[in-house]
């Protein structure tokens, strides 16, 4: 099964082709190494070249292996994360962002992750899969892509063109985001394309909240990340949403890990800048946006389910999930990014126009 899941991975999601240096960094644990080692003779089978790196496994705050980081550097064609958890940091471009000035641009971008570089500058292809198991690859990986892609195109085209957008659910969400200047971004399962990657299982889109635009109230009911690992929740976290930030979380003792998250995060970003791992503008910039509103995203995968791993109950159907902390086009940086999902929900939008649709409710597609 899971070399089966390898083959379209490499074959159908990537299309990797004979002659391309395929990057695949994991751990020493078993589903990982186990899923990395099928990708790695599935690539060497549709002639490709093939590299395996092997590190220690890295949470949401370490930094990655030189080793890793050096690697990266050769940029390859592909490149994919098999992670335990995470890839980890870029220590280098953290305290020195690799920076590059495009023409007709007044300003140099900066990234602080040489994998972004490649992403964004080399045209790399991608996946990247933190948290996946055996029993997840072989079950959410073969799947059909066409369908997917289709309805990724009808959220992500909606939402693209969208103002606002409108979030409500039975377990007490009630929040707006505002949208303008945002684009979709579709993990729809095709990274044949130069600058092209995504999660596997794949089966979400997702968009960056205008900044300083959301408003209203979150009640996390399914999981969330934290620093610790995923938490299946049991009774609701509530947040309160003010000009795109966090400023209050209730509820259990779920409600409590995230709150430590979220202080570890800013803690953290405070003695990076201290000791010098990051200029103190940087620090203020991490520090502040740890509780960012920094994704909207909603669930496509018709065999991915709520387990207590983010990687695949993000994809779930009739989900949606929010993340605090980072965002995905780079003007809200922050150390951590934390989804979290809610159930059933009613997704409007609102154009320009002062048209709304309806793009699910109660969680199912419209």
């Not at 550097?73 to 280098?92: C, F, N, Q, W, Y």
């Not at 707006?176 to 600058?195: A, E, H, N, Q």
């Not at 999660?199 to 610790?228: C, Q, Y």
Request: proline share 4%; aromatic share 4%.
């Amino acid at each position: 099964m899971v070399e089966q899941a390898a083959l379209v991975a490499v074959r159908d999601v990537l299309g990797v082709k004979k002659g391309e240096r395929v990057l695949i960094v994991t751990n020493p644990e078993h589903d990982v190494e186990t899923i990395s080692r099928a990708l790695y003779a599935q690539v060497e089978a549709q002639g490709g070249a093939p590299l395996l790196v092997v590190q220690p496994v890295k949470g949401q705050l370490d930094y990655a292996d030189p080793s890793v980081i050096s690697a990266l550097h050769a940029a390859p064609e592909v490149v994919l994360s098999i992670s335990h958890e995470k890839l980890g940091k870029d220590r280098e471009a953290m305290a020195r962002p690799i920076r590059v000035k495009h023409r007709g641009k007044r300003r140099y971008k900066r990234y602080h992750h040489v994998f972004e570089y490649l992403m964004e500058e080399a045209k790399i292809r991608s996946f990247w899969s933190p948290g996946v198991t055996l029993d997840m690859f072989a079950r959410t990986v073969p799947i059909d892509y066409r369908l997917l892609q289709d309805r990724a195109a009808m959220l992500g085209n909606a939402l693209t063109r969208a103002e606002e957008v409108s979030i409500t659910a039975p377990g007490g969400t009630d929040l707006v985001i505002g949208l303008r200047g945002r684009r979709c971004r579709r993990d729809d399962g095709d990274f044949t394309k130069p600058g092209k990657g995504g999660n596997l299982p794949a089966g979400e889109v997702f968009i960056s909240p205008e900044l300083g635009s959301s408003r209203g109230t979150i009640a996390f009911d399914g999981s969330i990340s934290s620093d610790k690992g995923e938490i299946i929740i049991e009774r609701p976290i509530v947040c309160s949403v003010e000009k795109g930030f966090v400023t209050k979380v209730s509820g259990g003792t779920e409600a409590k890990r995230l709150r430590d998250t979220l202080k570890r995060s800013v803690e953290k970003a405070r003695s990076m800048a201290s000791d010098g791992a990051i200029n103190a503008e940087k620090g203020r910039e991490y520090q502040r946006n740890a509780n960012n509103l920094g994704e909207l995203g909603i669930g496509l995968n018709p065999a991915a389910r709520i387990v207590g791993n983010m990687l695949e109950d993000e994809k779930a159907f009739r989900t949606c999930h929010i993340a605090i902390g980072a965002n995905y086009d780079l003007d809200a940086d922050a150390l951590t990014h934390l989804d979290g999902l809610i159930r059933e929900p009613t997704i409007t939008v609102r154009y320009g126009s002062g048209r709304e649709r309806v793009l699910l409710e109660g969680g199912a597609l419209i």
